[in-house]
């Protein structure tokens, strides 16, 4: 296991904590407009398109480093099927339970309101775009919990076996160019996985990765801008932007939350500790108060979305930290699972 400053011992890492705060407001953020935004937005869907190159690569690198440190992927062969037991239950339960929870949800809705985004054909289609043909999932905002499960179940074999890191992220990068059906999210797995290995790779390295991040934080930020901006322009095709903006923002993002005043900033770390929750249930509840609004004679126009905009990302951000409390909190099996 790493050891020195940047070391998990038994206090949690708070610049992890922070990025991920940061991270899953960005998920909020690209979640307000599930498919059309209204007709003559025109900045919305830019930044959207600029979110969305690096903030779940973000999350995955993440994933990988908590991963390391914690030693999860350093389980011996003996306690492998314990290990995939106890990572079923913390992300594939939530992955069905919610997934099923919005298609049902949705179905609902349907009847009484044209304004669900993405809706199902029908409880049939439904239940197998949910989970098996994923391209036309009606609950897509939760893909991130199936992926993080199958990227352990590779990563942790493929470490005993004598891959190591690096090698982990050279599959990352083949799997870039394999042609990867949309079944079980397999396709993602394909793309993000490369993130997942970097953040092994560098808490494998990070007494001497981080403090370096550190002292060339502009370097990695004008890296990180100028592959969102040349993304932005078409330069990059979007095929490899993900790929290119993604590792360009992890040096520079992780760099960052180390650097003042970044580093003594407490939202991020209150963000951060609701994250799961916050991701399970944003879209339903920004779904509900984009229909809430609509109902009240809010319209989905230009001039309706800055109401909107506010309101709804403020949904997709406190109402499920509500829920936990108000709800979640009375069910401690079900409430464990969203911390």
Same mark, same amino acid.
């Given at each position: 296991?790493?050891?020195?400053?940047?070391?998990?011992?038994?206090?949690?890492?708070?610049?992890?904590?922070?990025?991920?705060?940061?991270?899953?407001?960005?998920?909020?953020?690209?979640?307000?407009?599930?498919?059309?935004?209204?007709?003559?937005?025109?900045?919305?869907?830019?930044? !959207?398109?600029?979110?969305?190159?690096?903030?779940?690569?973000?999350?995955?690198?993440?994933?990988?480093?908590?991963?390391?440190?914690?030693?999860?992927?350093?389980?011996?062969?003996?306690?492998?099927?314990?290990?995939?037991? !106890?990572?079923?239950?913390?992300?594939?339960?939530?992955?069905?339970?919610?997934?099923?929870?919005?298609?049902?949800?949705?179905?609902?809705?349907?009847?009484?309101?044209?304004?669900?985004?993405?809706?199902?054909?029908?409880?049939?289609?439904?239940?197998?775009?949910?989970?098996?043909?994923?391209?036309?999932?009606?609950?897509?905002?939760?893909?991130?919990?199936?992926?993080?499960?199958?990227?352990?179940?590779?990563?942790?074999?493929?470490?005993?076996?004598?891959?190591?890191?690096?090698?982990?992220?050279?599959?990352?990068?083949?799997?870039?160019?394999?042609?990867?059906?949309?079944?079980?999210?397999?396709?993602?797995?394909?793309?993000?996985?490369?993130?997942?290995?970097?953040?092994?790779?560098?808490?494998? !390295?990070?007494?001497?990765?981080?403090?370096?991040?550190?002292?060339?934080?502009?370097?990695?930020?004008?890296?990180?801008?100028?592959?969102?901006?040349?993304?932005?322009?078409?330069?990059?095709?979007?095929?490899?932007?993900?790929?290119?903006?993604?590792?360009?923002?992890?040096?520079?993002?992780?760099?960052?939350?180390?650097?003042?005043?970044?580093?003594?900033?407490?939202?991020?770390?209150?963000?951060?500790?609701?994250?799961?929750?916050?991701?399970?249930?944003?879209?339903?509840?920004?779904?509900?108060?984009?229909?809430?609004?609509?109902?009240?004679?809010?319209?989905?126009?230009?001039?309706?979305?800055?109401?909107?905009?506010?309101?709804?990302?403020?949904?997709?951000?406190?109402?499920?930290?509500?829920?936990?409390?108000?709800?979640?909190?009375?069910?401690?099996?079900?409430?464990?699972?969203?911390?």
């Amino acid at each position: 296991m790493p050891e020195g400053p940047y070391a998990l011992v038994r206090k949690r890492r708070l610049d992890l904590d922070r990025a991920k705060g940061i991270a899953i407001l960005l998920v909020v953020f690209g979640h307000i407009v599930a498919r059309q935004q209204p007709e003559g937005l025109t900045w919305y869907e830019p930044l !959207r398109f600029a979110v969305y190159r690096f903030h779940m690569p973000l999350f995955f690198y993440l994933s990988g480093t908590v991963a390391m440190l914690s030693g999860v992927l350093l389980t011996p062969p003996e306690r492998w099927a314990t290990l995939l037991e !106890r990572r079923a239950v913390r992300l594939l339960l939530p992955f069905f339970a919610v997934g099923l929870l919005i298609l049902l949800g949705k179905l609902g809705a349907g009847q009484v309101t044209s304004t669900v985004d993405n809706a199902p054909e029908g409880l049939g289609p439904g239940l197998r775009h949910l989970f098996w043909d994923t391209a036309s999932s009606p609950a897509t905002s939760i893909w991130y919990l199936l992926v993080l499960f199958l990227a352990t179940a590779v990563a942790v074999p493929a470490l005993r076996l004598g891959l190591g890191s690096s090698g982990l992220v050279v599959l990352g990068l083949v799997l870039q160019f394999v042609a990867v059906p949309p079944m079980l999210y397999l396709d993602r797995f394909a793309s993000h996985f490369v993130f997942f290995a970097i953040g092994i790779w560098v808490a494998e !390295r990070q007494d001497r990765l981080l403090p370096a991040l550190s002292r060339q934080l502009g370097l990695w930020c004008g890296l990180f801008l100028c592959s969102l901006a040349l993304a932005g322009a078409g330069v990059v095709p979007e095929a490899w932007s993900m790929l290119v903006c993604g590792l360009l923002a992890l040096p520079a993002l992780h760099a960052l939350v180390l650097a003042a005043p970044v580093n003594r900033l407490r939202w991020p770390l209150w963000f951060g500790r609701y994250s799961m929750v916050i991701y399970l249930f944003n879209t339903v509840a920004i779904g509900v108060a984009k229909a809430m609004l609509v109902a009240l004679g809010v319209g989905w126009t230009v001039a309706g979305f800055w109401l909107h905009g506010p309101l709804l990302m403020a949904a997709g951000l406190f109402l499920p930290i509500a829920f936990k409390h108000v709800v979640l909190a009375r069910l401690p099996a079900v409430d464990r699972l969203t911390d």
